[in-house]
């Protein structure tokens, strides 16, 4: 069974899938990466309404911006902190749906050199963030004898195998 | 006697859990016993500063690192005999031991027996697994005859004891059973047991997973047990089974299993927990000629040995008034053991005096005997965990012989640990990477540098990334792997501490390679693919 088959029979949202945090478009970089910061993510989904807090039902995604953006338009770049998200954002990702399987999902993410991939409702709604650290927890999780059952300190790997 | 517990919070479940990493095998019975336990200590009430769990060896006596509370991991079989120290030193404490069919039955026979017939304030749960787990699969004295275990591989000849009969034998005052896989009924039974003033002892079928796992599969199987345990209850009928339509009666001395249709309600036996004869009955009943008895067995009062052994220590007192222990110890003989120089002094003296000395006889390196290695039941034991029982698909192989130097790793990019960040950063996007790895003067791996952190505690706090060095924003000593380790191994750092880079080193912490999440997904992707 290859990895691909494995995947297949898995939607992206059975993948235990990453968090993001959402801004809307105009928020400034400044408190774009506070709100980044405060949420503890590297991913960004910049959505079309205005209002601040949760986002309305109706919101429909419209950008992406996330930590590649900050270290190649932002960190090192001068005035760039007051400027509007939407100038350094990935305008209209490509997103799956909640159904995609994980095996097209990986596939369209390594076609297309992707590190995130937005989950979306057919309503428009964010559901998460695909990446390869989901795929990552899936085969932890399937093979926990192999991967979870051992020290994670790789210096204090025992070489016998011990009951209690 | 009792201080708080009244007054305070109640504690919860969440109480009696430690902080340590349980270690026993997945699909271990003893993690059913410890939520258990876990479970009834806040009903029993006790507080926690008044309760100890005192082990011997063994898979089960891992026990007290689990419960936060007081715990001793002792001595090979010699729980009870700590625990009956403990008890008399200090009476007010509710004290538990836990041991094994190994550890209780065989390395400290003697002292279980001697605890309980001393009949000493103590809770004494024996875990039965029938097989000595922790040492890798050999028979133990509670193992069936023929039982083929790695040290019976022609089937054991001898005769297994009877936890239940040893403690009858002792002069138990209480003695009850319950089993792993019967949440309810295990917490009920320790809530009793803990309920008696004297030795309590408990025998708990638990079933180990990877050495005997077959073992209790008739009483744990939900579908069937009522039809193999009888449940005692003092005073009730003994009947039992899935539709209640079975009851124990006596044939002379002798137990019957007898069909409710065919007999009066006044033939069954009536459980009387306090009736030492019926007690030995039912603790001679085997499965699968009986169905085992579970619950209180018996359950009498008798004197509680420390109160009887401090109430002696008084009267004496009072009569002779308190000791003095130095004077005792100078009491006596007295005699001096001398070095071997000293004895050589000696017997000059002697040949000279006549005068006595005691000689010490001091081994000769050349004496001791050579050790031979003994590795074959370990590898035998490790071939066994490399064989999972069902092989879910090749992955199971893969992530264990391949190793992270196959995933191809990319040579990392390094940077001494006084770069600027202005200068790191460009370095980063100029190689259009996530990471580098920061060394220090020679070349050894000192900490890591990733978007992450640039993301998190640089942009829009640092105004001048000229002016600040990497050292002071990189995470210092990062968890590294060696190239030799298995895939399996950078699956569970990426997994269980969500690392995204994991850098490689030689034996001498210098950087040799760096594997991303990509790496390791595109490598199983690929290489399953071309099979």
């Given at each position: 069974?290859?990895?691909?088959?494995?995947?297949?029979?898995?939607?992206?949202?059975?993948?235990?899938?990453?968090?993001?945090?959402?801004?809307?478009?105009?928020?400034?970089?400044?408190?774009?990466?506070?709100?980044?910061?405060?949420?503890?993510?590297?991913?960004?989904?910049?959505?079309?309404?205005?209002?601040?807090?949760p986002p309305s039902e109706t919101a429909q995604l419209v950008g992406i911006f996330t930590e590649r953006d900050v270290m190649r338009k932002v960190i090192d770049v001068p005035g760039m902190l007051d400027k509007p998200v939407d100038e350094v954002m990935t305008p209209h990702p490509i997103t799956v749906g909640p159904d995609a399987s994980a095996a097209d999902a990986l596939r369209l993410m390594d076609e297309n050199h992707f590190r995130n991939l937005p989950i979306v409702d057919t309503s428009g709604r964010l559901l998460g963030n695909m990446t390869?650290?989901?795929?990552?927890?899936?085969?932890?999780?399937?093979?926990?004898?192999?991967?979870?059952?051992?020290?994670?300190?790789?210096?204090?790997?025992?070489?016998?195998?011990?009951?209690? | 006697m009792s201080t708080g517990a009244t007054n305070d919070v109640p504690l919860t479940r969440k109480d009696f859990i430690s902080d340590q990493t349980v270690r026993w095998c997945p699909g271990c019975g003893d993690y059913a016993i410890l939520a258990q336990m876990q479970r009834a200590l806040p009903e029993?009430?006790?507080?926690?500063?008044?309760?100890?769990?005192?082990?011997?060896?063994?898979?089960?006596?891992?026990?007290?690192?689990?419960?936060?509370?007081?715990?001793?991991?002792?001595?090979?079989?010699?729980?009870?005999?700590?625990?009956?120290?403990?008890?008399?030193?200090?009476?007010?404490?509710?004290?538990?031991?836990?041991?094994?069919?190994?550890?209780?039955?065989s390395i400290g026979g003697n002292h279980l027996l001697h605890a309980i017939r001393r009949n000493v304030n103590l809770k004494i749960i024996l875990f039965n697994n029938r097989i000595y787990g922790l040492t890798k699969g050999q028979y133990?004295?509670?193992?069936?005859?023929?039982?083929?275990?790695?040290?019976?591989?022609?089937?054991?000849?001898?005769?297994?004891?009877?936890?239940?009969?040893?403690?009858?034998?002792?002069?138990?005052?209480?003695?009850?059973?319950s089993i792993d896989s019967h949440p309810q009924h295990l917490a009920a039974t320790l809530k009793q047991a803990s309920d008696h003033l004297g030795t309590a002892f408990v025998e708990i079928y638990q079933n180990c997973v990877i050495f005997n796992p077959t073992e209790w599969t008739e009483?744990?199987?939900?579908?069937?047990?009522?039809?193999?345990?009888?449940?005692?209850?003092?005073?009730?009928?003994?009947?039992?089974?899935?539709?209640q339509?079975?009851?124990?009666?006596?044939?002379?001395?002798?137990?019957?299993?007898?069909?409710?249709?065919?007999?009066?309600?006044?033939?069954?036996l009536v459980h009387d927990a306090t009736s030492k004869p019926l007690a030995s009955i039912l603790g001679s009943m085997e499965f699968p000629d009986y169905p085992a008895a579970m619950g209180v067995i018996r359950d009498?009062?008798?004197?509680?040995?420390?109160?009887?052994?401090?109430?002696?220590?008084?009267?004496?007192?009072?009569?002779?008034?308190?000791?003095?222990?130095?004077?005792?110890?100078?009491?006596?003989?007295?005699?001096?053991?001398?070095?071997?120089?000293?004895?050589?002094?000696?017997?000059?003296?002697?040949?000279?005096?006549?005068?006595?000395?005691?000689?010490?006889?001091?081994?000769d390196a050349s004496s001791q005997a050579s050790v031979m290695p003994i590795t074959g039941l370990d590898e035998e034991y490790i071939d066994d965990l490399d064989k999972p029982e069902e092989k879910i698909s090749d992955f199971q192989d893969l992530l264990v012989t391949d190793t992270v130097s196959a995933l191809e790793p990319n040579i990392p990019i390094t940077m001494s640990e006084h770069s600027s960040l202005a200068r790191t950063i460009r370095q980063m996007n100029r190689h259009n990477i996530g990471c580098v790895l920061v060394t220090d003067e020679e070349d050894?791996?000192?900490?890591?540098?990733?978007?992450?952190?640039?993301?998190?505690?640089?942009?829009?706090?640092?105004?001048?990334?000229?002016?600040?060095t990497v050292a002071d924003y990189m995470t210092p000593e990062p968890l590294a792997l060696k190239a030799d380790l298995p895939i399996a191994q950078a699956l569970n750092l990426m997994s269980v501490h969500g690392f995204r880079h994991l850098p490689l080193v030689d034996d001498n912490n210098h950087p040799i390679g760096i594997i991303s999440f990509r790496d390791v997904v595109g490598y199983l992707n690929d290489v399953l693919e071309k099979e």
């Open positions: 069974m290859s990895l691909q088959t494995e995947l297949k029979s898995e939607r992206v949202s059975h993948l235990a899938v990453s968090g993001f945090s959402r801004v809307s478009v105009g928020t400034s970089i400044r408190n774009t990466l506070a709100q980044m910061q405060a949420d503890g993510q590297v991913v960004c989904l910049v959505t079309d309404d205005k209002q601040v807090g390869h650290q989901a795929i990552i927890q899936y085969l932890a999780d399937r093979y926990p004898v192999e991967v979870l059952n051992r020290p994670s300190d790789p210096e204090r790997f025992p070489h016998k195998a011990e009951g209690g | 029993i009430g006790v507080p926690k500063e008044r309760t100890v769990f005192i082990s011997g060896i063994g898979c089960s006596s891992r026990f007290p690192y689990y419960m936060n509370t007081y715990g001793i991991h002792s001595i090979h079989g010699r729980a009870p005999t700590l625990a009956t120290g403990l008890a008399i030193a200090n009476p007010d404490l509710s004290i538990w031991v836990i041991t094994g069919d190994g550890d209780g039955l133990s004295p509670t193992s069936r005859t023929g039982a083929v275990t790695k040290s019976s591989p022609m089937g054991v000849m001898e005769q297994p004891l009877n936890p239940i009969a040893v403690a009858m034998a002792a002069e138990a005052t209480f003695v009850a059973r009483l744990s199987d939900r579908k069937n047990r009522d039809d193999s345990i009888l449940y005692l209850e003092h005073g009730k009928h003994m009947i039992f089974g899935k539709n339509d079975k009851g124990i009666r006596l044939n002379g001395f002798t137990p019957e299993v007898v069909s409710l249709d065919d007999v009066d309600l006044d033939d069954i009498v009062r008798k004197p509680d040995y420390a109160a009887e052994l401090i109430s002696q220590v008084r009267t004496a007192q009072e009569e002779r008034g308190v000791g003095d222990l130095n004077q005792l110890y100078l009491a006596a003989d007295l005699w001096t053991v001398h070095t071997r120089k000293e004895v050589e002094c000696a017997s000059a003296r002697e040949r000279r005096d006549g005068e006595a000395a005691i000689s010490v006889r001091r081994l050894r791996l000192v900490g890591i540098f990733t978007e992450w952190d640039a993301l998190m505690r640089v942009v829009g706090v640092v105004d001048d990334l000229a002016q600040q």
